[in-house]
Protein backbone atom coordinates (compact mmCIF):
# COMPACT_ATOMS: atom_id res chain seq x y z
CA UNK A 1 0.00 0.00 0.00
CA UNK A 2 2.62 2.33 0.51
CA UNK A 3 5.46 3.86 -1.60
CA UNK A 4 8.03 6.20 -0.74
CA UNK A 5 9.45 7.61 -4.48
CA UNK A 6 12.55 9.24 -4.29
CA UNK A 7 13.82 11.76 -7.07
CA UNK A 8 16.44 14.36 -7.55
CA UNK A 9 19.71 12.20 -7.60
CA UNK A 10 22.48 12.47 -10.23
CA UNK A 11 26.21 13.28 -11.06
CA UNK A 12 27.53 16.37 -9.70
CA UNK A 13 30.98 17.54 -9.20
CA UNK A 14 32.85 18.03 -6.12
CA UNK A 15 31.70 21.42 -4.31
CA UNK A 16 28.26 21.28 -6.05
CA UNK A 17 24.88 20.72 -4.94
CA UNK A 18 21.34 18.86 -5.37
CA UNK A 19 17.96 18.49 -3.49
CA UNK A 20 16.63 14.58 -3.15
CA UNK A 21 13.04 14.17 -2.69
CA UNK A 22 10.94 11.44 -1.05
CA UNK A 23 7.12 11.32 -1.48
CA UNK A 24 5.41 9.01 0.31
CA UNK A 25 2.19 7.48 -1.29
CA UNK A 26 -0.45 5.24 -0.47
CA UNK A 27 -2.95 4.52 2.94
CA UNK A 28 -0.80 6.89 4.81
CA UNK A 29 -2.67 8.24 8.38
CA UNK A 30 0.28 9.60 9.81
CA UNK A 31 4.02 9.82 9.61
CA UNK A 32 6.20 9.76 12.59
CA UNK A 33 10.46 10.09 11.64
CA UNK A 34 11.48 10.46 8.21
CA UNK A 35 15.22 10.21 7.25
CA UNK A 36 17.77 9.49 4.73
CA UNK A 37 20.02 7.03 4.64
CA UNK A 38 23.27 6.03 2.55
CA UNK A 39 25.02 3.25 0.96
CA UNK A 40 28.83 3.71 -0.23
CA UNK A 41 30.50 1.29 -2.74
CA UNK A 42 31.61 -1.64 -0.48
CA UNK A 43 30.19 -0.43 2.45
CA UNK A 44 27.40 -0.65 4.77
CA UNK A 45 23.88 1.92 4.93
CA UNK A 46 24.42 4.26 7.33
CA UNK A 47 22.45 7.23 8.35
CA UNK A 48 22.42 10.64 7.18
CA UNK A 49 19.78 12.55 8.81
CA UNK A 50 16.64 11.91 9.72
CA UNK A 51 13.90 14.84 10.83
CA UNK A 52 11.19 13.79 13.95
CA UNK A 53 7.33 14.71 13.35
CA UNK A 54 8.24 17.86 15.36
CA UNK A 55 11.33 18.97 13.45
CA UNK A 56 14.02 17.83 15.53
CA UNK A 57 16.69 16.74 12.80
CA UNK A 58 19.90 14.54 13.32
CA UNK A 59 23.05 14.52 11.16
CA UNK A 60 25.84 12.23 10.72
CA UNK A 61 28.84 14.06 11.80
CA UNK A 62 30.59 13.59 8.06
CA UNK A 63 27.67 15.92 6.70
CA UNK A 64 26.41 18.49 9.61
CA UNK A 65 26.85 21.83 7.97
CA UNK A 66 27.02 20.72 4.24
CA UNK A 67 23.43 18.99 4.44
CA UNK A 68 19.96 19.83 5.51
CA UNK A 69 17.06 17.64 5.95
CA UNK A 70 13.09 19.25 5.48
CA UNK A 71 9.83 18.01 5.32
CA UNK A 72 6.60 18.94 4.22
CA UNK A 73 3.85 17.10 5.78
CA UNK A 74 1.00 18.68 4.10
CA UNK A 75 3.08 16.70 0.68
CA UNK A 76 4.18 14.00 2.75
CA UNK A 77 7.97 14.82 1.40
CA UNK A 78 11.28 14.67 2.75
CA UNK A 79 14.02 16.45 1.64
CA UNK A 80 17.68 16.53 1.67
CA UNK A 81 19.66 19.91 0.51
CA UNK A 82 22.83 18.80 -0.08
CA UNK A 83 25.82 21.47 -0.33
CA UNK A 84 29.43 21.58 -1.06
CA UNK A 85 29.39 17.84 -2.24
CA UNK A 86 32.58 15.51 -1.64
CA UNK A 87 33.69 12.36 -3.93
CA UNK A 88 32.98 10.64 -0.23
CA UNK A 89 29.12 11.37 -0.54
CA UNK A 90 29.01 9.41 -3.68
CA UNK A 91 26.65 6.68 -2.67
CA UNK A 92 23.44 5.22 -3.01
CA UNK A 93 20.37 7.31 -1.41
CA UNK A 94 17.49 5.78 0.48
CA UNK A 95 14.40 7.26 1.73
CA UNK A 96 12.43 5.90 4.94
CA UNK A 97 9.66 6.95 6.95
CA UNK A 98 8.23 5.66 10.08
CA UNK A 99 4.11 5.59 9.70
CA UNK A 100 1.28 4.10 10.01
CA UNK A 101 -1.31 3.33 7.37
CA UNK A 102 -5.11 4.05 7.66
CA UNK A 103 -6.37 1.48 10.15
CA UNK A 104 -3.42 0.55 11.86
CA UNK A 105 -2.80 1.41 15.51
CA UNK A 106 1.06 1.10 15.28
CA UNK A 107 3.65 2.38 12.79
CA UNK A 108 6.17 0.91 10.82
CA UNK A 109 9.73 1.68 8.74
CA UNK A 110 9.70 1.78 4.72
CA UNK A 111 12.28 2.36 2.74
CA UNK A 112 12.49 4.03 -1.10
CA UNK A 113 14.38 1.79 -3.90
CA UNK A 114 17.07 4.32 -3.99
CA UNK A 115 18.81 6.97 -5.44
CA UNK A 116 22.35 7.20 -6.94
CA UNK A 117 24.50 10.19 -6.00
CA UNK A 118 27.60 10.87 -7.45
CA UNK A 119 30.19 13.25 -7.03
CA UNK A 120 32.98 13.43 -9.39
CA UNK A 121 35.37 15.74 -11.52
Known amino acids: QVQLVESGGGLVQPGGSLRLSCVAL????????MGWYRQPPGKQRELVAH???????TYADSVKGRFTISRDNAKNTVYLRMNSLKPEDTAVYYC???????????????WGQGTQVTVSS
Open 96 to 110: NADLATVGRTYTYNY
Open 26 to 33: GNIFSINA
Open 51 to 57: ITSGGRT
